[in-house]
């Protein structure tokens, strides 16, 4: 039985090599979403994806060669007509039932909804806990609980996802860049738990542990400080400062002088405090015109 829901939605799928996975998951989602816009973004696939996709009468973007999936997630961002937009993987993980769910949460208000999965979920265990680790480091930077950092499946409203995709990188962090993002212009973001299933057979993740996992470290770091200078900025700054502090009384208490690693500690915490100043300020520009949008969006509604 088709499911029926008010809005005027995409559905976007990057797809590198997936054609096994698209066989049975485009059926689904024609079945169940039969008003939705499906777009395939083939990210120089090697196999039949392009092939399989058309096959379905579904649309078709395709790149000359592999970019990496954040560079498929944006083309298909730029392409998608729906005033929603709904990322979900390729690969047969996310079920295509979930996207009533999600969409149900997105119309009590919020500007995006996350498919949080459960620690059966993950990947492996190493893979849990890497994503556990991040999500309680970008909670920190961002203020805000994070559920789920890394999770592919979600609906945004296309406008706002729009305006962040000069900051999304082409390879595989964009879910960190874009809850981050959202979270720091003060778009409201929910999550819905999900449970996702086993890649397909012929499917297998791009994602490297240890490779990958450093670049959402630093992609974190980023985003924190670009979004939310202080919170990177001032605890380094109250270090610096307090062991220049301790170290003067320390050497005053034993040796009666002020030395010039003391001094040299006090100025790094001031340049450091003034520095997050200064990018607090700047920062402030990418929440321009979001306010507006959000306005836009509620009277429309």
């Known amino acids: 039985m088709a499911t029926s829901n008010p809005f005027k939605f995409s559905i976007v799928l990057p797809a590198r090599n997936e054609a096994f996975g698209l066989k049975s998951l485009l059926p689904e989602l024609k079945r169940l979403y039969p008003e939705a816009e499906i777009i395939v973004v083939n990210d120089g696939s090697t196999d039949d994806t392009e092939a399989v996709a ?106 706002h996802f729009q305006k962040f995709l000069y900051l999304l990188p082409n390879g595989f962090s964009y879910p960190t860049t874009i809850t981050m993002a959202f979270l720091r212009s003060g778009l409201p973001v929910a999550y819905v738990p999900i449970r996702a299933g086993q890649r397909t057979t012929n499917s297998r993740s791009h994602i490297r542990l240890f490779h990958d996992g450093m670049r959402f470290f630093v992609i974190i770091l980023k985003i924190g400080a670009l979004f939310s200078p202080m919170r990177l900025f001032f605890p380094v700054s109250a270090f610096l400062s307090l062991s220049g502090l301790g170290l003067y009384v320390y050497n005053y208490a034993t040796q009666g002088r002020f030395t010039n690693m003391s001094a040299f500690l006090l100025l790094s915490g001031l340049f450091t405090f003034l520095m997050g100043i200064l990018s607090e300020q700047i920062s402030s520009l990418h929440y321009r015109g979001v306010e507006q949008d959000l306005r836009r969006t509620r009277r429309d509604d």
């Open 54 to 159: 058309r096959a379905q009468g579904v649309r078709v973007i395709s790149h000359p060669y592999a970019i990496g999936n954040g560079a498929a997630i944006k083309t298909g961002a730029r392409h998608a007509n729906g005033e929603i937009i709904v990322f979900m993987d390729a690969d047969g993980q996310h079920d295509p039932e979930d996207i009533s769910r999600l969409l149900a949460k997105f119309s009590e208000g919020y500007e995006m909804i996350v498919g949080s999965r459960d620690g059966a979920s993950q990947a492996s265990l190493g893979r849990h806990g890497a994503n556990y680790f991040y999500s309680r480091l970008a909670s920190r930077m961002t203020g805000y609980t994070i559920e789920d950092l890394t999770s592919g499946f979600r609906v945004v409203r296309a406008r």
